[in-house]
Nanobody, 118 residues
């Protein structure tokens, strides 16, 4: 059973917003750094954002800084990615990943598609 399940993707126009969710099960959620990655067609998977167990200062890729916000609710075992001012170049499959430390990923979700039309 995949312990991470993403949802919330879809097709939107440029400038719109979406909120992705990643629900965790079968792991001690608050023990993990939670991350979002994305992979566009023909490109390598790239880091988007990460947040520590205590929701301390999150980390963002430069390409999404100021537009995306990562947050987590440890009571609900869920991490979110609020995406505002979406651009066509944000089109990708978005994955969440859980790691026991920064830059280490124990688990991956199956991904959710985000498509931004111009």
């Amino acid at each position: 059973q995949v312990p991470l399940v993403e949802s919330g993707g879809g097709l939107v126009q440029a400038g719109a917003s979406l909120r992705l969710s990643c629900a965790a099960s079968g792991l001690t959620f608050r023990s993990y750094v939670m991350n979002w990655f994305r992979q566009a067609p023909g490109k390598e998977r790239e880091f988007v954002a990460a947040i520590a167990w205590n929701a301390g200062v999150p980390i963002y890729a430069d390409s999404v800084k100021g537009r995306f916000t990562i947050s987590r609710d440890n009571a609900k075992n869920t991490v979110y990615l609020q995406m505002n001012s979406l651009k066509p170049e944000d089109t990708a499959v978005y994955y969440c990943a859980a790691g026991t430390r920064w830059d280490f990923y124990n688990y991956w979700g199956q991904g959710t598609q985000v498509t931004v039309s111009s």
